[in-house]
């Protein structure tokens, strides 16, 4: 069987105990999966998880190795069904789903509206997908998500699908990789009319990666005349890409004009307030505890890609399940190491100025002044305790290096931070969340 041929390429790949504690307890669904969607079922959520975030990816790539083509890598905690097919498209439907008139290309059904947790970084994205959503074809056609890898682009596009799914709408979900491999395929056997009667005929297209399209001529040729019918009927159009439509090298001029057409919407790097609710909430979903000094650590620590922290979390829970114990911060800091970057012996003062300034939106100039305004005080104070955190300065050289007359100032610059992490569990994360930003930026 293909998927057991894949799992014992994987078995060379990763270690043993991995392995037999997960991957082994997989089972591959041959009648349900395509050449463009590998079906796995897992024993439990924890497992499901796991898998897809860890070696999700791996799986795809193994696939791709094996039979020319990269499929999108499902694992469902329900036992095998048989697949159900559209008598038009020829569509998976989503699998448990009561509704065997509509067709998706698997949404994964905890990506929901309900379960995207909403911050000033993701604000505006998540209130124009939401009323797509309610009211597809009628507002924003096309809605354009771009941002940065891991803040919720897919989501949304999932939590569209999942809120029309349920609504018996005709919803496709696809990557543009998938897309491209699908008419490469469809080109090649000469059976694009099935290929233009699958994309044509639904009523709301998701596309995910649209980035990928640079330079691709005639996958783009065929986008644009998909995009024109879909528009035409009033049938709803929804993308997400890295970067801006405008930024996209090689991409037709009459295409990037139509992306434009509708709404075009980012995602910032989540506040850390918003990546401890996150955390939260992606806690709550997987059944897992966490103590607030923990999640903060995480927070903190952790970068602003969400699938990460969310393996992370995963992680977490199934080492302490291992080795019987609970998660105590010392345990999450020892499973976290191998994610964080070390150190640089080469991080400065000015290193440290340079990202305090920004984040907290004052001078480089004025922290190093005498000015005793509040907030550069206080910005001033962190930039000494980060000093001596992150540096071999001495408290006389920071001392000379912000121009006080002894070591005493510094010591009471460090006494009053160390204070405010003791008493303030917000603060204490922020000045984490600093302490990476700073060195993830001299590690780059």
């Not at 797509?132 to 569209?160: D, M």
Request: positive net charge; proline residues 3%; contains cysteine.
């Amino acid at each position: 069987m293909l998927g057991q041929q894949i799992l014992e390429l994987l078995k060379q790949e990763i270690p043993q105990i991995e392995y037999d504690r997960y991957i082994k307890q997989l089972r591959y669904d041959e009648e349900a999966s395509r050449s463009d969607i590998a079906i796995f079922y897992a024993p439990n959520p924890l497992i499901a998880r796991w898998v897809k975030t860890r070696y999700g990816e791996k799986i795809s790539h193994l696939f791709e190795i094996k039979t020319g083509v990269k499929p999108q890598v499902v694992v469902e905690i329900k036992s095998p069904k048989k697949k159900s097919v559209t008598s038009k498209g020829g569509e998976l439907s989503e699998i448990g789903t009561s509704k065997p008139s509509s067709k998706s290309t698997i949404l994964n059904p905890s990506y929901t509206f309900e379960s995207f947790v909403v911050g000033s970084s993701n604000q505006f994205a998540y209130t124009a997908a939401q009323r797509v959503a309610e009211k597809p074809g009628e507002l924003y056609n096309p809605l354009f998500i771009y941002g940065g890898a891991g803040l919720g682009k897919t989501h949304l596009l999932h939590a569209i699908g999942n809120f029309n799914l349920a609504r018996g709408r005709q919803v496709i979900f696809t990557s543009l990789e998938q897309f491209m491999n699908q008419f490469t395929h469809h080109l090649r056997n000469h059976t694009m009319d099935r290929f233009r009667d699958k994309y044509r005929s639904c009523d709301i297209l998701l596309l995910d990666d649209i980035q990928f399209l640079s330079r691709k001529e005639e996958t783009q040729k065929e986008l644009f005349h998909t995009f024109n019918e879909l528009h035409g009927a009033g049938k709803q159009i929804v993308m997400t890409s890295d970067q801006h439509p405008k930024k996209i090298a090689g991409l037709e001029e009459r295409l990037r004009s139509r992306f434009e057409w509708g709404l075009i919407v980012d995602i910032q790097p989540p506040e850390l307030e918003t990546k401890i609710a996150i955390i939260k909430k992606k806690c709550e979903l997987n059944g897992i505890h966490l103590d607030n000094d923990i999640v903060n650590y995480i927070a903190a620590n952790m970068g602003n890609n969400i699938r990460e922290i969310e393996g992370i979390i995963i992680q977490l829970n199934a080492f302490a399940n291992m080795m019987n114990q609970n998660i105590t911060l010392d345990f999450a800091k020892n499973v976290v190491k191998n994610q964080l970057k070390e150190r640089s012996e080469n991080i400065t003062i000015d290193d440290i100025v340079k990202v305090v300034s920004k984040e907290l939106n004052v001078k480089p100039s004025e922290i190093k002044s005498k000015s005793r305004s509040k907030n550069i005080v206080a910005a001033r104070r962190i930039v000494i305790y980060l000093a001596r955190s992150l540096t071999p300065n001495s408290m006389p050289s920071l001392a000379q290096y912000f121009g006080m007359k002894d070591h005493t100032a510094v010591s009471h610059a460090m006494k009053k931070i160390n204070e405010m992490i003791d008493s303030d569990e917000t603060f204490k994360a922020k000045i984490e969340e600093l302490s990476h930003k700073i060195t993830s930026a001299t590690n780059e």
